[in-house]
């Protein structure tokens, strides 16, 4: 489970949920029960009631499991249903319980105070959570990778983001990488030996690589692995095709690039799965 991977949106849905479980323990009356009068509904506290236990309190704590256990492991169905939109479903109908038991209570206790409190909290959470952008936020930032995996794809350590033949810094070594598309020998590069060099002008008539097409991809076997984050939340499909996501990238979380597919890219998660991002617009490279 990719604990990254969770949002704003589920963090309030896990401490609504701590919140019902503690009322639970709570008193669901505030008066004591007339003699002679059946109270066993509303008896110390929920534990003691098995209707309000299942229908309130667990259904709110199992919803929230669900959603939470969604967000981590995307694809997982009951019945069906996704199991978010399961776990929803319950949130929702804990607080229409919770709504109507206190109503029909005429000296509701701190367990159905605090409970009505908390599933408004958790079905608002729920509901709202893939909606709302500042929800859908990642819970906890992901520090960025060493510097090691930050190079740039393309790019050699030391040079700038973003430019694969990034300009060498004065003084550098002959046999550094030249600025991309510059010949060997290019006046103005500094640290470069001069044109009557007779080693060096055979290095500048031998045959150079190929440049790449503007905008093109490079070739898979010169792909190098690189870490990138996405900007919004986006699913990453199995390797085999299969239409259904594995996982869900989201926001804020470096993954690693460890394969070109098409105008795709095969990801590698924290976590360790694979799959494929189908959408590479507007990606962060690390």
């Given at each position: 489970?990719?604990?990254?991977?969770?949002?704003?949106?589920?963090?309030?849905?896990?401490?609504?949920?701590?919140?019902?479980?503690?009322?639970?323990?709570?008193?669901?009356?505030?008066?004591?029960?007339p003699q002679g009068v059946d109270c066993s509904r509303f008896s110390s506290n929920a534990w003691d009631s098995l209707t309000l236990l299942m229908s309130i309190f667990l259904a709110g704590v199992i919803g929230a499991a669900l959603v939470v256990v969604n967000r981590a492991l995307p694809g997982r169905k009951v019945a069906g249903l996704d199991i978010g939109q399961f776990g929803t479903a319950l949130t929702v109908f804990a607080l229409w319980t919770t709504f109507w038991t206190i109503i029909d209570t005429s000296d509701a206790?701190?367990?159905?105070?605090?409970?009505?409190?908390?599933?408004?909290?958790?079905?608002?959470?729920?509901?709202?959570?893939?909606?709302?952008?500042?929800?859908?936020?990642?819970?906890?930032?992901?520090?960025?990778?060493?510097?090691?995996?930050?190079?740039?794809?393309?790019?050699?350590?030391?040079?700038?983001?973003?430019?694969?033949?990034?300009?060498?810094p004065y003084g550098a070594q002959p046999g550094q990488q030249q600025p991309y598309g510059a010949q060997p020998g290019q006046p103005g590069q500094p640290g470069e030996p001069s044109q009557s060099d007779p080693a060096h002008a055979q290095q500048a008539h031998a045959p150079q690589p190929s440049q790449p097409s503007q905008g093109g991809n490079a070739p898979a076997g010169d792909f190098t692995p690189f870490w990138f984050a996405v900007p919004v939340a986006r699913p990453l499909y199995g390797e085999d095709g299969s239409p259904n996501p594995i996982a869900e990238?989201?926001?804020?979380?470096?993954?690693?690039?460890?394969?070109?597919?098409?105008?795709?890219?095969?990801a590698q998660t924290q976590d360790g799965r694979r799959g494929v991002l189908q959408d590479t617009t507007g990606i962060q490279r690390g």
């Open positions: 489970m990719n604990i990254r991977s969770l949002t704003r949106g589920d963090g309030v849905v896990i401490g609504a949920a701590v919140v019902l479980f503690i009322a639970s323990f709570l008193d669901l009356s505030g008066y004591d029960c206790g701190a367990g159905l105070i605090l409970g009505l409190l908390a599933t408004i909290v958790l079905a608002a959470g729920a509901v709202a959570g893939p909606l709302v952008p500042a929800l859908k936020a990642p819970l906890a930032g992901s520090p960025r990778p060493a510097q090691a995996a930050q190079t740039p794809y393309g790019a050699q350590p030391g040079q700038g983001y973003g430019y694969p033949g990034a300009q060498q990238l989201a926001p804020g979380t470096w993954y690693l690039a460890v394969e070109q597919r098409g105008q795709g890219l095969i």
